[in-house]
C-alpha cells in the first residue's frame, strides 16, 4: 500500500467575532458643550482626581477594555483664544489625563467635542478658519506623534454644515497630523448631522469621507467615525429606548464592507430601562459580528459623572473596589467578551463540510471555497474563529480524507490574521507529524500591518491515493 501525505497550500481569513477594540468614555473635559459649539470653560470638570485614574484602570484591567475616549472641549485646550498656541496649563491639565490613559496600556482617544462649531460658527464655513482648526490638530499631533496607542477624532458630532466644505477641511487636519510625525495612528473621519449611523451613508456623508488621503494618497488608517443612540431623537437624553439601531448599523456595514473600508462606533449608550437593555445588547452584539468591518465600540460615558447621570457607566464603589453597572456588563462588556461566533459575509458563503476535530473549546469555524475557472483547483477559504483563552483552533474547511490540528504556541490575540501554510509532498509507509512554521500577518490592527510569526504544530493524516 503506497501512501502520500497531503499537500496544503491554503489562504486563511479569519474574522473574529467581536470587535478589536471596546472603551468608554472618560468625560468632563467636555462638560458644558452645547451643540453650538459653546464650552464655558468654568464647567470644564476634568477627571484627574484618584476617581478617574481609578476608573480607568478598573476598565482596562478588571474589564479587559482595550481603549478609552477623552473629550475636550477646543476652547479650555486654547485657553478661549482663536488661533497662535494652545495654552501651556490647560494642555497640561489635560495631559495629565491623557498619561493616565497611557499608562494603563490602553489606546487613548483625543476628542475635540466641539460639534464642529465654536460659540455659533461653523469651523471652515463662517467660524473658525481650516488654518485655526489645522494648527489645533498640528500641535496635538506633534505632541502626541510618538505614541502609537493615540487615536485622533477629528470632531465630536459635526452638524448643520455643508459637507463638501466640511470634507475639505478635514482633509488639511489629515494632511496636518501626518506631517506632524503622527504617520499611522488611527484617525476618526465625522460625518455630519452629528455622525448618526442612521443618515451616515445617504446625507451624513460618507461617500465624501472616503475621498480624504493621507499625503502619500493611501487611506491607512483613516477611519469612518459612527455615533448612535436608541432614543426618540438620537440625543441620548431620555430613558427610554425606542429606536431599533440594527438596520442602521447592518447599511453602514455593507457600505463599508462594499467600499473596503472600516468604521469605528465611537460614541454610543442607553440608560438602564428594560427596554434600553434589549435593544442596546442587541445593537452591539450586532457591531461585533460585523467585526470585518468595525473597528471597535465606545461606550458614554464614565468618568466625571456621577452613577446617577442617566446613560452613567460610572462604576459604583462596593467594598473597597469597583463594580460595572448592568448596562457596562450586560451590553459592552456581556456582547463582547461573549462573542463566540463568526458570521460568514454575503462574499464567503458556508460550506457544508464537516468540523475536523471535536473540541470543547468554544471555537466555530465556517468556509467556503474560492471561485475558479474551468480546470483549476479550488482553494479552501477558513473562516477561524481564534479565543485569546485557549490556543487550540478548530477547522471544517479540510477534504473529508483529512485530520488537521492547529496548535498555537501560547495564546493568539483577539485580532484578524492571514494565515498561509504549506506541506510539502513525501511518501511513507507509516502516518507522518510534521511541524512548520507559518507566517502570520495582523490584518486588523490600529498600527500599520505588521507580520508576526507563530510556530504552529500541523498534524495531519495521510490519506491513499
Known amino acids: 500500500m503506497y501512501f502520500k501525505t497531503f499537500f496544503l497550500l491554503a ?38 482626581n ?10 482596562v484591567k478588571d474589564d479587559g477594555v482595550n481603549i478609552l475616549r477623552l473629550p475636550i472641549s477646543w476652547q479650555f485646550l486654547a ?28 489606546h487613548c482617544m483625543l476628542d475635540i467635542h466641539n460639534f464642529a462649531h465654536w460659540n455659533g460658527g461653523i469651523i471652515g464655513q463662517g467660524g473658525p478658519t481650516d488654518d485655526q482648526f489645522v494648527s ?3 500641535q496635538l499631533a506633534t505632541k502626541y506623534a510618538g505614541s502609537q496607542n493615540i487615536v485622533f477624532e477629528l470632531m465630536n458630532e459635526p452638524h448643520d454644515l455643508d459637507i463638501d466644505t466640511w470634507v475639505n477641511t478635514c482633509q488639511k487636519a489629515v494632511t496636518a497630523i501626518r506631517q506632524a510625525g503622527a504617520t499611522s495612528q488611527m484617525i476618526l473621519l465625522p460625518g455630519t448631522n452629528f455622525d448618526s449611523a442612521a443618515t451616515l451613508t445617504t446625507v451624513g456623508g460618507a461617500s465624501q469621507l472616503l475621498g480624504i488621503k493621507n499625503p502619500d494618497g493611501t487611506t491607512d488608517n483613516l477611519i469612518l467615525d459612527i455615533h448612535k443612540y436608541l432614543d426618540i431623537d438620537n440625543s441620548g437624553t431620555h430613558s427610554l429606548c425606542t429606536t431599533d439601531n440594527t438596520d442602521a448599523f447592518t447599511s453602514v456595514a455593507q457600505f463599508l464592507r462594499t467600499n473596503g473600508r472600516k468604521g469605528f ?4 449608550g442607553a440608560s438602564e430601562d428594560a427596554s434600553c437593555l434589549t435593544a442596546f445588547c442587541a445593537q452591539n452584539t450586532l457591531i461585533n459580528q460585523n467585526s470585518d ?29 469597583l463594580v460595572d453597572n448592568q448596562q457596562m456588563s450586560q451590553c459592552l462588556l456581556g456582547t463582547w467578551v461573549d462573542s463566540n461566533t463568526t458570521v460568514p459575509r454575503a462574499s464567503e458563503p458556508s460550506s457544508s463540510l464537516p468540523s475536523a476535530i471535536t473540541s470543547s ?54 485580532e484578524s490574521y492571514s494565515l498561509a501554510w504549506a506541506k510539502t509532498t513525501t511518501t511513507s509507509q507509516t502516518p507522518t507529524q510534521t511541524h512548520a512554521a507559518a507566517s502570520v500577518t495582523a490584518t486588523g490592527s490600529a498600527s500599520s500591518t505588521k507580520p508576526i510569526t ?8 495521510p490519506f491513499l491515493i
Open 11 to 48: 489562504a486563511a481569513r479569519v474574522v473574529l467575532a467581536k470587535v478589536q477594540f471596546l472603551g468608554v468614555a472618560i468625560a468632563g473635559g467636555d462638560f458644558g458643550c452645547q451643540i453650538d459649539g459653546s464650552c464655558p470653560l468654568s464647567s470644564t470638570q476634568l477627571p484627574n
Open 50 to 59: 484618584d476617581d478617574g485614574v481609578a476608573q480607568m484602570q478598573h476598565f
Open 79 to 106: 485657553n478661549n483664544q482663536l488661533g497662535g498656541n494652545l495654552d501651556s496649563t490647560n494642555l497640561a491639565k489635560y495631559d495629565q489625563l491623557v498619561q493616565a490613559c497611557l499608562a494603563t496600556g490602553a
Open 136 to 138: 489645533l490638530w498640528s
Open 265 to 268: 462606533v465611537s460614541e454610543t
Open 293 to 321: 468591518v468595525f473597528i471597535g465600540l465606545v461606550g458614554w460615558a464614565a468618568g466625571s459623572f456621577d452613577t446617577s447621570y442617566l446613560l452613567s457607566l460610572t462604576p459604583s464603589k462596593q467594598n473597597g473596589g
Open 361 to 414: 473549546a468554544p471555537l466555530t469555524a465556517s468556509a467556503s471555497a474560492s471561485s475558479t475557472q474551468s480546470g483549476k483547483s479550488s482553494e479552501p477559504v477558513i473562516t477561524v474563529e481564534i479565543n485569546s483563552a485557549t490556543s487550540v483552533l478548530r477547522t471544517a474547511s479540510i477534504p473529508s480524507s483529512v485530520t488537521t490540528l492547529i496548535i498555537a504556541s501560547g495564546s493568539p490575540s483577539d
Open 454 to 461: 507563530f510556530i504552529w504544530s500541523l498534524m495531519m493524516l
